[in-house]
């Protein structure tokens, strides 16, 4: 892998205070894998000794964006009056390519080149999406007390419809500085206050780069002539009209600082995004499942505390504190006409009108089915299509009617966190100084497939984690036990159900992440004279050094999916690296 990014730009300025900037702004990317699976690795549900074949792929993708951006900035200064205007445009550009071959069928383990394969695949995939933005912006102070802003932007995309690539986005925002008035009282400990208030629009268009064109799957394999010839079907609907996702904001806030030192901020917020962009089920007829479209509306409101404390000094020593803290609730206002929404296998996933966003259901694990008489008496008592053996989960018949079936299902959570907060310090001591941050989230599950679906699904072809291990149940070892026993392939009813959620798999996703650590040391003068530098600083640093979680998968940050409803369900993530890093910093 290799990765390289940098930035450039060129100013101007024609006369005095009216600068003119172009700035450019690039990324690329590029990545290759080359990975052979011998005989002996076995595969999923496949024995050692049931291996017939061996393969081998090789893959190269690249990536490359390129930003340019140009702006006229000017500032006026009148007595007491403060002007700053911005005018501005910029074009982005992004270009994806990957190449995959794949072979099958070496002669032996020895080969491992894909040219000496008996069989051969290969796949192409290339992308690219643009984006065309102009702005401005007009900023005015009096006294430095009393402070505007306003500012208007359209955007366009080619990620949307031809019929709405465009949108305009404007936003206002007032300020007033108490504390610099003649009537505030002056004193030692109430030192700062302003009063803030601003509304805006922002657009979102992170969808596909084609999701407003039909698009072609292959498959679609038709015979003729008594011959079966490789076909191609539509696969998705064109959606023309698909415009952006747009966030209106209005936020109310108040700045406080005490004693010079302290410093605090409280904010209310109250979002509302309409022209959602969601995956609506379409009716069957149309020859698909659903269209992407612009519909419903949600709400997000809550409050935002921030806490600054500068460094407190006693003697050579000296202290600094920081934290934050937001809390948001969120609400599904309408989903164009519907009540509800369902996403994932097995409608996991359910958005409902007056709910959050996507919301986890499934079946409430009340027991184990530890004898064959439990079993006999389970299923002869419930009226279900679930089979089930010695080893298995109970289900709650929630609705008490004597039937386990998707009825049944209680609502487990979902991923929008209530609360996310983060806090800090940093020391100093003559020389040294030492600084650590945290962060974290509360109020949130997730599921994640790799655990459900294989580590704590007890299935005898799959590895197992040290929760299912030390926890799955055994009539001698383990009679204690409550995950279900290992099976050879998990093929009953109820256990194939437990992969969906449940009370077991939908997982606390809070945690409390050390995010950073750093400690410095600063050389004294005495040296840096005899070094002939001005200064001299050498540091270690750890990032991500330990997190606290009850979340049993790679990484609570994962379930932000990119369709949004089904937010909470992680696929494939990897842990979050811990990165220790040293370095000098020199002065001449």
Do not use: C
Request: charged residues 20%; glycine residues 10%.
């Amino acid at each position: 892998e290799f990765r390289t990014f940098g930035n450039t730009y060129l100013s101007y300025e024609p006369i005095e205070n009216l600068v003119m900037k172009t700035s450019l702004g690039y990324l690329y990317e590029t990545k290759s894998t080359d990975q052979y699976a011998p005989m002996l690795t076995g595969a999923y549900r496949e024995l050692i000794s049931e291996r017939n074949t061996n393969q081998g792929s090789e893959s190269k993708s690249d990536l490359g964006d390129i930003l340019v951006e140009n702006t006229i900035n000017y500032d006026l200064g009148i007595d007491k009056h403060s002007f700053n205007a911005l005018l501005g445009q910029s074009f982005q550009k992004s270009s994806y390519t990957a190449l995959t071959a794949n072979g099958f069928d070496f002669p032996n383990d020895i080969i491992q080149n894909i040219a000496g394969s008996t069989s051969q695949t290969a796949g192409v995939s290339r992308s690219r999406w643009t984006q065309l933005s102009y702005f401005s912006r007009l900023m005015y102070s009096y006294a430095d007390t009393y402070f505007l802003s306003g500012s208007v932007r359209t955007d366009g995309s080619s990620r949307l419809g031809r019929d709405k690539r465009f949108g305009t986005f404007g936003s206002f925002s007032a300020g007033w500085l108490l504390s610099n008035e003649s009537f505030f009282p002056k004193n030692d400990v109430l030192t700062h206050v302003k009063l803030r208030y601003s509304w805006g629009q922002t657009g979102n268009n992170q969808i596909g780069n084609y999701a407003q064109y039909a698009s072609i799957g292959r498959g679609a394999d038709y015979p003729y002539d008594g011959t079966l010839f490789p076909g191609a079907a539509p696969s998705s609907a064109p959606s023309y009209a698909l415009g952006w996702e747009t966030n209106t904001s209005n936020n109310f806030g108040l700045d406080m600082s005490f004693f010079n030192k302290v410093r605090l901020g409280v904010d209310h917020y109250i979002a509302n995004i309409t022209d959602l962009l969601l995956n609506r089920p379409v009716p069957k007829h149309t020859g698909f499942d659903n269209s992407l479209q612009n519909i419903g509306e949600m709400q997000n409101k809550g409050w935002e505390f921030e806490l600054n404390a500068s460094k407190f000094n006693l003697g050579d020593f000296s202290l600094g504190l920081n934290a934050n803290l937001t809390t948001n609730n969120n609400k599904i206002l309408s989903l164009g006409g519907a009540d509800e929404m369902y996403e994932g296998g097995s409608q996991r996933f359910v958005t409902r009108v007056g709910e959050s966003l996507a919301n986890l259901y499934g079946y409430k694990i009340v027991g184990m089915l530890k004898s064959e008489e439990e079993v006999e008496a389970y299923t002869s008592r419930k009226s279900t299509t679930f089979t089930a053996e010695v080893g298995d989960y109970i289900f709650q018949d929630t609705d008490g009617n004597d039937i386990i079936d998707a009825d049944d299902r209680v609502l487990l959570g979902d991923y929008n966190a209530e609360v996310t907060y983060g806090f800090g310090f940093d020391l100093a001591y003559k020389g040294f100084d030492f600084n650590m941050n945290f962060n974290g989230t509360m109020g949130r599950v997730a599921i994640d497939e790799m655990t459900t679906l294989y580590l704590e699904y007890g299935e005898a072809f799959t590895n197992t984690n040290y929760y299912y291990f030390n926890n799955y149940w055994d009539p001698i070892r383990n009679p204690d036990g409550f995950l279900a026993a290992p099976d050879s392939y998990g093929n009953t009813a109820t256990r194939a159900a437990s992969r969906n959620p449940t009370n077991y798999n939908v997982m606390d996703a809070d945690y409390l992440r050390i995010r950073s650590l750093q400690f410095g040391y600063n050389l004294p003068t005495s040296i840096l004279k005899q070094l002939n530098l001005n200064s001299m600083r050498v540091y270690v640093s750890v990032n991500n050094l330990y997190t606290w979680t009850k979340y049993r998968g790679m990484n609570p940050d994962g379930g932000g999916a990119a369709n949004p409803l089904s937010r909470g369900q992680v696929k494939g993530s990897t842990s979050v690296p811990r990165l220790i890093s040293a370095g000098i910093n020199l002065k001449l």
